[in-house]
């Protein structure tokens, strides 16, 4: 059965170490699978400005002010968004959504969540009385069933727990049968690490993600079976199974002919078989961290050396200390002559 998932509400694609990314449709869905970055033909390169409220909210530091003063290296790519209203297919209920209607990414983390100009994962529409995500468009035999689904005591119950749109999404999807729920699944680890990624449910549903992936077929011939494994490997890093973690890794085959004939296969190939690589340190230096430095794109790297000198000198909150690691990471001189004319920019921000 083929799946067809709105951009409004799907994880995007971005695996890459590059602050550019493209994205690709495959099979209707836009999905977690390019190994390297491929301009996308509607992408600008986003300014530092706005890649350091990325990496300092990561960093749970509040900096904004000095983020859209340090630098402006291109237009500002904003996301917009418009009200509409839309109307739910299980009881008919309108209601008004905030529709995303234009958003820029420039990056990703090793978990595959976006980098941009908004908030990922983009949000997709929820029904107000019965909570049915629309994470994609539903057929009339789907609707019979997600009717008797959603009131239902496991929908309800998975309601009142809290869980997240996209942990919804994703029972939704295995209800119906959906052939490939496990990005929504991907995304859904994504919701429960930005509202905390100590949290019971972070954990919860990053082991639930690599049980999951366990699950499949590998396929070294699929840009999607490598992407899936990849998070996987990562999310056992990020729960501290080093071991595992590495085997994981380590078990991943990029074959000859992956992609086949498409077009950048063997860009992608090359792009995936160096972001396996760099995983490997993170996991031998026992880093659970969701962003490790050394997988950072550049320009992050640079707003992350500099974030406790920004706070300081806008009188936030401090991020956390850089580590041992990124201090040392932070002191290499091939960064020196960027850190020197950010600290000089920096100098010149009002208060």
């Not at 008919?92 to 995303?100: H, R």
């Not at 908030?119 to 929820?126: E, N, V």
């Not at 082991?207 to 992936?213: K, L, N, P, R, W």
């Not at 690691?325 to 010149?348: I, M």
């Amino acid at each position: 059965m083929a799946v067809s998932y709105h951009l409004r509400s799907l994880p995007l694609p971005a695996p890459t170490l590059r602050t550019d990314t493209t994205i690709r449709k495959l099979g209707g869905m836009f999905m977690d699978r390019l190994g390297y970055a491929l301009w996308h033909k509607n992408s600008v390169s986003a300014p530092a400005s706005s890649r350091i409220a990325i990496v300092t909210r990561l960093a749970r530091s509040v900096v904004c002010a000095a983020l859209s003063a340090v630098t402006f290296v291109t237009p500002l790519n904003a996301s917009t968004y418009a009200e509409q209203t839309t109307k739910c297919p299980v009881g008919g209920e309108k209601f008004k959504y905030m529709a995303l209607m234009s958003i820029s990414q420039w990056g990703a983390l090793p978990d595959g969540m976006p980098l941009g100009s908004g908030r990922f994962p983009t949000r997709p529409p929820q029904c107000p009385t019965n909570g049915l995500v629309m994470y994609r468009d539903f057929t009339s035999p789907e609707i019979l069933t997600l009717t008797a689904y959603v009131a239902g005591p496991q929908y309800k119950a998975l309601r009142n727990a809290g869980e997240t749109p996209y942990y919804l999404a994703y029972q939704t999807a295995k209800a119906l049968g959906d052939p490939n729920p496990y990005w929504l699944l991907l995304a859904a680890t994504w919701e429960a690490k930005n509202d905390d990624p100590t949290s019971a449910r972070t954990r919860r549903y990053n082991e639930e993600f690599v049980e999951a992936v366990h699950t499949l077929p590998i396929d070294g011939t699929s840009f999607d079976s490598i992407a899936l494994q990849f998070r996987a490997a990562n999310a056992l890093r990020e729960l501290g199974r080093f071991p595992d973690a590495e085997a994981a890794r380590a078990a991943i085959v990029i074959a000859p002919n992956a992609g086949g004939a498409e077009q950048g296969a063997a860009e992608n190939r090359a792009g995936w078989s160096k972001l396996i690589e760099a995983l490997r340190a993170p996991i031998l230096r026992r880093d659970q961290s969701r962003a490790p430095i050394d997988m950072l794109g550049e320009q992050e790297v640079i707003f992350r050396c500099l974030a406790a000198e920004a706070a300081q000198k806008l009188k936030q909150p401090a991020p956390p200390p850089l580590s041992a690691f990124e201090t040392e990471y932070c002191a290499r001189p091939e960064l020196s002559a960027q850190l020197a004319e950010q600290r000089e920019r920096l100098k010149g921000v009002n208060q």
